[in-house]
């Protein structure tokens, strides 16, 4: 007993099994995560070590190199790039595809440790950090207040201590506001007629602001503790401890400083809608559920509110769970209208509702099975996996109408309708089994593909997959059972003719026949004009776009700004002003939050080798969700309204490309290497020259700068060594004069805040000003800097870039206004005219890197799909010959894509070369049924011709419903123009083509 004849005499266990699958299907889909993109693990691993002071040049010689040598030996390492800048190195391991990253960072830890004798004595120990994007922000909240910038960031904090206890919230980073300090500003004046040194005042806050432990005694049968108690209880306190004596008067900390409840320097800003705001960015805990986080912060947030001032308000500026919900739910509302446009076209063509609710129970039932095996695979809900459902609804369909199609040919021949259900149903699960087994096999080389193309495309390829098993199941099994319960017999082949459609079909079968026969009379003819229409195709091809991923029209513009090394932030923060204004301008900006400086974010861009400082800052802009212009138009927009500012870089950098990029690198990268940085330095200019002239270049930057202008104190080692000071002496004491140390720290209902020592502001002002610094000898006399040291003014270090143990200097740009690899042609053929010395050459990176390792990737599985097609097939018809005969539609796919490509002004991309390996499983599903139809033919004793015509003629329904419903089923997610869709409509329109 085979299944088809199980299913229909066993329709009880049958039923039982789709109330098992029903079930499991929900609480399997109520389990499923929801995300934008699938869990992309990008293989890198960084090493930061700091070694303050340092200057790059001595940065890379002492520990650039010797860690980019011994992390090099390191299994699966395929490429080490490194930045040097004064006081940080960062080295940078890209390993292959598939590595186990925590083998890997232990590897290295290993490694760092045979060399940890030969790096400099006072570099901290190499920090090994591995790259994670689930720890991209998920909100950015703003928070306004009618308060002091001082209070407004306390009330933050509050919000963020609560937000950080939220189910799925790992952390919760501050930008903007300013911090309590304690400033002791002292009077230089004063410091030099009483003659005590700062150092002294730092040392003696220190040892006065103490608790300690003094022992314990027992008394009359009680243990005591013994403490002496000395931290301040108030600010009045900090300026009445002992300082000094003089001429036996004691000297008070009062006498030679004012003692200020302030705030710590600023050296970062935050606004909202031009108000001063602190910026909350919530991430999201690793394998938490996006959508869910999202809104349980959101939902904390409007509790919290009722119990907020009223001054105080909460903007969102970022949500990414409100992006994931709406691309999510486009996506799902895609597939729903094509299983609704596909089963009407059954019903239109059937004109009978028994068969079209027989075929169409396939597609929930389908879907139901495939939740079960995305949630035991560990998948999530995100825009790849209901990409795959949308691209699937068409296609389970097909089975169930192999199978509907056979039961009813049968059924007209006489057959009762549980022996119509059960041979019908045997009879073409050869054909059923192979067609399936082609469309899922055309995935398996994925599984062994690496890079990008491999991480986005598995659980899409995984998806489809598991959905046609799951309807292959449903067709030899429900299908049957059902057909063989609600099919009616009848008693003439007329009425089942009426009854299921076939007169309605009787003209097309008549005018197909016709064209079979001119086609078989004429093999010359036709085969010559279809290789004209492949080459003239192929010709088109180059006119066709490429890009790495099709551009998604966010509703979040995110602007970079930077300006000048050295510029101060109350010239950056003047820049950034003028920027706001414009994007204010925009009547789509909802929203339009800055900052900029030395924030939080910028520290740790900072400590990982990224930008950062008080000459650059950011501008967030939320968009309208109703907007009539795209994000690009307003760019543009933007582009065109932002004044000629002086050195100034602006830049739009893409998130979607942050996000799938593995850490947002330029689309377009122009790597030189070569030995001397000058070269470099030169060679850059003459690119960025050149390229600002290819159509489509825009926001052209570099990865070298000039160097930040420096006041040097040039150490007279003589007179210094004649007084008994060292450089570190008098460094020590620079730093407490001009930038302020941090002597103890204040203690105030549970909170501590830092008490700095510094110069009063007037005393720090000018040059002449650090001259005047008081320097104190072992002796204990006041000595002026400028007696012992000269101060000059110079450039500092510049950043040094390192890429497989070579320098390397980048030019980096965007795009607009054309695809990718247009732009990429034109940037090629003009640095070509550079003439490059000796040792010197040039790669290419970024975005068009990662498209060209992707269009190789899936190329060559494009190849490896089409050679297990072609043996799966020549397993089904045990002949070498008639599968050639199927694989001949291949080619005239690929026309079809290439011209709807065209048509539509799509791209080549990532997204429609998938569409292109679904497409070499799908396009000889019709061809197998036919063919195995006619092989049936000629077993009964029909001439070729005639088996040719007559099989085309009886299965022309089944081929046309079967790539009908296909079309149908994609072309709501191919037509569909809402602002998030573009990433899958090139997908959908490969296929239909």
């Known amino acids: ?437 082609t469309t899922v096999a055309v995935f398996l080389p994925l599984i062994y593909t690496r890079g990008m193309a491999g991480q986005i495309s598995k659980g899409l390829a995984l998806t489809v997959a598991f959905s046609l098993l799951a309807s292959l199941l449903v067709a030899f099994t429900i299908v049957p059972m059902i057909a063989s319960k609600i099919f009616v017999q009848r008693k003439r082949k007329e009425e089942y003719e009426t009854h299921f459609g076939e007169r309605f079909f009787e003209r097309f079968n008549t005018g197909y026949k016709n064209i079979l026969e001119y086609t078989l009379k004429h093999r010359k003819r036709v085969g010559f004009g279809a290789l004209a229409v492949f080459i003239i195709s192929i010709g088109l091809f180059p006119f066709v776009g490429k890009e790495f991923i099709p551009k998604m029209d966010s509703s979040m513009l995110t602007q970079k700004v930077k300006m000048p090394v050295g510029t101060s932030l109350e010239e950056t923060n003047r820049v950034i002003a003028k920027l706001e204004d414009i994007a204010m301008e925009q009547p789509e900006a909802e929203i339009v939050a800055a900052f900029g400086g030395e924030s939080e974010m910028a520290q740790m861009a900072m400590a990982m080798g990224g930008g950062g400082g008080v000459n650059q800052g950011d501008v967030m802009i939320k968009l309208d969700e109703n907007r009539k212009r795209s994000g690009e138009e307003i760019k543009d927009a933007i582009r065109a309204r932002i004044p000629d500012i002086e050195g100034a870089k602006i830049e739009f950098p893409e998130m979607m490309s942050g996000m799938m990029g593995g850490g947002g690198e330029a689309p377009i990268e122009i790597k030189i290497f070569g030995p001397d940085l000058d070269v470099l330095d030169r060679l850059s200019l003459e690119i960025m020259e050149k390229i600002k002239n290819v159509r489509g270049v825009k926001d052209i930057d570099r990865s070298i700068g000039e160097g930040k202008p420096e006041l040097q104190i040039k150490i007279d080692r003589q007179i210094a060594s004649r007084i008994g000071l060292t450089a570190a002496q008098i460094a020590s004491q620079v730093e407490a004069s001009m930038k302020g140390k941090v002597a103890t720290r204040f203690k105030e209902k549970g909170e501590e805040f830092d008490t700095r020592v510094v110069l009063q502001d007037i005393d720090r002002e000018s040059r002449s000003d650090i001259g005047n610094i008081a320097i104190s000898t072992p002796l204990g006399i006041n000595m002026p800097l400028k007696s012992i040291a000269k101060i000059e003014e110079t450039k500092g270090p510049v950043k040094l870039l390192r890429e497989n143990q070579k320098r390397k200097v980048s030019v980096n740009a965007d795009f607009s206004g054309r695809d990718l690899g247009s732009v990429m042609a034109g940037v090629q053929k003009e640095v070509s005219k550079i003439g490059l010395p000796e040792g010197y050459f040039v790669e290419y990176g970024g975005e068009a890197e990662r498209m060209q390792e992707t269009f190789v990737s899936l190329g060559t599985v494009i190849l490896l799909a089409i050679l297990i097609v072609y043996m799966i097939m020549a397993a089904t018809f045990e002949s070498l010959v008639h599968p050639l005969v199927v694989m001949f539609t291949l080619p005239f796919a690929m026309v079809g894509m290439i011209l709807i490509l065209l048509l539509t002004g799509k791209t080549l991309s990532l997204t429609s070369l998938l569409g292109a390996l679904i497409l070499v499983g799908v396009i000889v599903n019709a061809g197998i049924v036919l063919v195995d139809y006619i092989n049936r033919l000629r077993e009964q004793g029909l001439p070729r011709d005639e088996a040719i015509i007559q099989g085309g003629a009886t299965k022309l329904r089944t081929v046309v419903l079967i790539n009908l419903t296909m079309i149908l089923g994609l072309l709501p997610m191919a037509v569909r123009t809402s602002r998030m869709s573009a990433m899958m409509a090139p997908m959908a329109l490969s296929v239909i083509g």
């Open 1 to 437: 007993m085979n299944l088809p004849e199980f299913s229909v005499k066993k329709s009880v266990t049958v039923l039982m099994l789709i109330l098992i699958i029903a079930v499991f299907g929900v609480m399997s889909f109520m389990g499923l995560g929801i995300e934008l993109m699938p869990d992309i693990s990008f293989p890198v691993v960084s090493c930061i070590t700091t070694y303050s002071g340092v200057a790059p040049e001595d940065m890379e010689t002492m520990i650039t190199k010797p860690i980019e040598g011994i992390v090099s030996t390191v299994k699966d390492v395929k490429q080490v790039s490194s930045i040097s800048e004064e006081g940080v190195s960062v080295v940078m391991v890209e390993l292959e595809w598939g590595a186990n990253l925590d083998f890997a960072a232990q590897d290295m830890r290993d490694a760092l440790d045979m060399i940890k004798d030969y790096l400099p004595p006072d570099a901290s120990r190499p920090m090994i950090v591995k790259t994670d994007i689930s720890m991209m922000p998920i909100l950015a909240l703003s928070i306004t207040g009618e308060r002091n910038p001082l209070d407004l960031r306390r009330t933050a904090e509050d919000i963020k201590d609560k937000l950080e206890q939220v189910d799925g919230v790992a952390n919760v980073m501050l930008m903007g506001g300013v911090k309590r300090e304690i400033q002791v500003k002292i009077d230089r004046d004063k410091l030099n007629v009483y003659g005590i040194p700062i150092q002294q005042i730092i040392q003696v806050l220190r040892f006065e602001n103490l608790n300690l432990p003094g022992g314990r005694i027992t008394e009359e049968y009680t243990d005591y503790m013994v403490r002496t108690v000395g931290e301040f209880k108030n600010i009045d306190e900090i300026g009445n401890i002992t300082i000094g004596v003089k001429d036996r008067v004691p000297i008070y900390l009062k006498d030679v400083a004012e003692i200020e409840d302030t705030h710590k320097e600023m050296r970062s800003y935050g606004r909202t809608n031009k108000k001063e705001s602190v910026i909350l960015l919530c991430s999201k805990s690793s394998g938490a559920n996006t959508v869910g986080a999202a809104n349980r912060v959101k939902q904390k947030i409007k509790n919290l509110e009722h119990t907020l001032p009223e001054d105080i308000k909460i903007y969102s500026v970022f949500d990414q769970g409100k992006t994931t919900t709406k691309v999510v739910s486009t996506t799902v509302n895609s597939a729903m209208w094509g299983a609704i446009l596909a089963v009407f076209c059954l019903l239109l063509v059937f004109r009978n509702w028994r068969p079209t609710i027989i075929i169409a129970l396939a597609i929930p039932l389908s879907i139901l099975a495939t939740f079960i095996a995305i949630h035991i695979a560990g998948f999530t809900f995100n825009i790849m996996t209901i990409g795959g459902f949308a691209l699937g609804v068409g296609m389970l369909l097909s089975n169930a109408i192999i199978v509907i199609e056979n039961i009813f040919r049968h059924l007209e021949e006489g057959k009762p309708r549980k022996e119509a259900a059960s041979f019908g149903t045997t009879e073409v699960s050869k054909a059923i089994f192979a067609s399936t087994l």
